[in-house]
């Protein structure tokens, strides 16, 4: 049985490909300027993971290496096509494990326990994340897990294999499809265009199916994110046997213009604009094929300055890079929490952990590169191991009898670490025991009032059942309490927190245990998850049904503060619907998320102009005392929720 692939003669009489040995465009086996490419590319999402409010869109650079994946590719493949007239393909597959796979497991290997080591938090959902790795699948996986990738208070250990992922399926499918596509398309005009439609579907289908919330599906869904592979694919199959990709005055005006169209999205596009999914990442994987095609046509100032040493350097190393530094920068900012330090976006403790993860990501690159990829790319799996261990035989003086037991000791000790952290992995966060403890804690305190409501007990009915109004006036509770309208001086801590109600999302949920127990009667109504956007609902809810009482505390924007559409005129309705007649705390956002910081100015902004509106800095508490929160840098621990409970006693005095 064979197991390479013949393609119709048409096929193997084309003209060379770009890139091919006998003619055309990039005349040698490598392609000046791509691996510069590269070093933009993963330069651009280093730096959007270190600093994102520096470089909002440099999550962009993926697309880059999309682009990048789907012209190399496909170049390989016709290179095959035009010298032997089939593909090879348990060859070409077994080429590409060794040059993906090797880095991963050394990934995996040294990542988990170390990471179980520093934090157990890191290694949350673990077993779904190795899974993925093995099997390319992250990004579905992901997807079914509901997952969000710009989420910056629950990231994964492996988050980066979701990219990955779609370009591993698009190795397994692509050959295939491009024989068959060989095959039943005889006219090598109608190729490229065939995929340039499965490109513009791509991209249709993540623009129409983004709903303006979450961006997971339609940013992880192989089927909305990959036309940056078919239009390298694209490119390839309408330029082959070119002797120039980018011909006449567009070779010296296009990669310039691409360049710089490239670097403003890098700066300006940022992952909560619905702009992103509806043309944005489209628009950057167009401009990162320009790029491509530059470099393609071998000459000229931009794939000479691709070509410069230092961008050589990190672009052969990009993949380890990119597999490196997310597990690296969790590691750190885990050490720097664990130690007390605040990692705040812009000073100079940020600014110092930025360094330490460069240097470590780039050591552990090259040293993953020079003594792993590399030589498993070379002599295969067994063969690196033999090298290895022929080397260190060499240098040694009777070191053969223990190197190749050494070699198998250490892959043992590695794989049973590994193991031991993957089996010991915690099934949630620290901080979502928290909020998990908070949502119980609520439920108990709803039980305990209707329990009171219905034996007719003080305190804790609704207000027909103690005998108040119903038209969100007057609160039946703070009525029997202190028989007063709202707003009458009573103090809010008062009568067991019979004048309070509270809305907000996980933060105020984890905070609910300490509240509960200091205040026993009031109203707290959080959930995670939860936006600015509905809170306008839960007031009028509450106000209709005459629950709503003297005192309100808010505490939302945990999930991305005003950065979406509608938070702030939310935020904005709420006040209003709350009425001047109540007396309301904000509460402001605690995290590492770069658009905190705008978000407790915005807060500010509302508050500003209303005397009964008062806001409580829980950010510059926490900014003060890191260890009151949890890993995540957001949630607070058992001591946070204390403290959170004390600065809002500290806000109700302000209004007495």
């Not at 934090?119 to 949350?124: A, S």
């Not at 990669?255 to 628009?283: D, E, H, K, N």
């Not at 990829?373 to 003086?397: C, D, H, I, N, S």
Request: net charge neutral.
């Amino acid at each position: 049985m064979s197991y390479s692939t013949p393609v119709p003669e048409a096929a193997a009489q084309r003209p060379p490909v770009p890139g091919a040995p006998a003619a055309g465009p990039g005349s040698g086996p490598r392609i000046r300027g791509l691996d510069g490419l590269r070093a933009l590319a993963v330069t651009a999402v280093v730096a959007f993971h270190l600093e994102p409010w520096l470089v909002p869109g440099g999550f962009l650079g993926v697309d880059v290496f999309f682009v990048v994946s789907g012209f190399l590719i496909t170049t390989l493949l016709l290179r095959e096509i035009s010298r032997t007239d089939w593909v090879d393909l348990p060859r070409f597959w077994v080429r590409r494990a060794r040059r993906l796979v090797p880095a991963l497991l050394l990934v995996l290997l040294v990542s988990i326990p170390v990471a179980r080591l520093v934090e157990t938090d890191l290694t949350v959902g673990i077993g779904r994340q190795v899974l993925g790795a093995l099997t390319f699948g992250t990004n579905w996986l992901e997807i079914a897990a509901g997952t969000d990738y710009f989420d910056e208070t629950a990231p994964e250990l492996l988050r980066p294999l979701w990219s990955l992922a779609i370009e591993e399926q698009f190795y397994l499918c692509w050959p295939v499809v491009l024989v068959a596509l060989l095959l039943v398309v005889p006219s090598g005009r109608a190729r490229p265009w065939i995929m340039l439609a499965v490109a513009v579907a791509s991209a249709a289908g993540m623009a129409l199916l983004y709903d303006g919330g979450d961006p997971t599906r339609v940013y992880y869904g192989t089927d909305t994110h990959a036309f940056g592979l078919a239009l390298g694919a694209a490119v390839t199959l309408r330029w082959t046997g070119s002797r120039s990709l980018l011909r006449g005055p567009a070779g010296h005006v296009l990669p310039p213009l691409a360049l710089l169209g490239l670097i403003a999205l890098f700066a300006l596009l940022p992952s909560s604009s619905a702009l992103t999914y509806q043309g944005g990442i489209a628009l950057a994987s167009v401009l990162a094929l320009v790029l491509v095609l530059a470099c393609a046509s071998g000459t000229g100032w931009f794939t000479d300055a691709m070509e410069r040493a230092p961008l050589r350097w990190i672009g052969e190393r990009s993949y380890g890079i990119y597999l490196w530094h997310w597990p690296v920068l969790l590691v750190t900012e885990a050490a720097l929490s664990g130690a007390g330090l605040a990692r705040v976006p812009g000073s100079w403790q940020s600014w110092a952990a930025d360094g330490v993860v460069v240097l470590v990501t780039l050591g552990v690159s090259a040293l993953s590169y020079r003594y792993v990829e590399m030589p498993v790319r070379r002599l295969g799996f067994r063969g690196a191991v033999r090298g290895l261990v022929a080397q260190v035989a060499a240098r040694v003086p009777d070191a053969r009898p223990w190197a190749d037991r050494a070699a198998v000791a250490a892959v043992v000790v590695a794989v049973a670490r590994t193991t031991t952290a993957f089996a010991t992995a915690p099934r949630v966060s620290g901080a979502q025991q928290a909020v998990e403890a908070g949502l119980a804690a609520q439920a108990r305190a709803q039980a305990a009032g209707a329990g009171d409501a219905a034996g007719g007990a003080d305190g804790g009915g609704s207000p027909a059942a103690s005998g108040g109004t119903s038209d969100g006036t007057r609160d039946g509770q703070a009525a029997r309490a202190g028989g007063r309208e709202p707003g009458a001086g009573s103090a809010p801590g008062a009568a067991k927190g019979a004048h309070i109600s509270a809305f907000g999302d996980s933060v105020l949920s984890a905070a609910a245990p300490a509240l509960l127990e200091r205040w026993p009667r009031a109203d707290l109504d959080a959930e995670p998850i939860r936006q600015w956007t509905t809170a306008p609902g839960l007031v009028r809810a509450a106000k209709e049904q005459g629950d709503l009482r003297d005192v309100v505390v808010l505490n939302f924007g945990t999930n991305g503060g005003f950065q979406y559409d509608g938070n702030y005129d939310a935020a904005r309705k709420t006040l209003e619907l709350i009425g001047p007649e109540r007396r309301v705390v904000l509460i402001n956002t605690v995290g590492i998320s770069h658009w905190v910081p705008e978000a407790n100015a915005r807060l500010a902004e509302l508050a500003e102009g209303r005397d009964n509106v008062v806001v409580m800095d829980w950010h510059a508490v926490c900014e003060k005392h890191p260890e009151l929160l949890h890993a995540d840098d957001t949630h607070p621990n058992m001591e946070g929720i204390v403290v959170y409970t004390k600065e809002l006693q500290k806000a109700f005095d302000t209004f007495s």
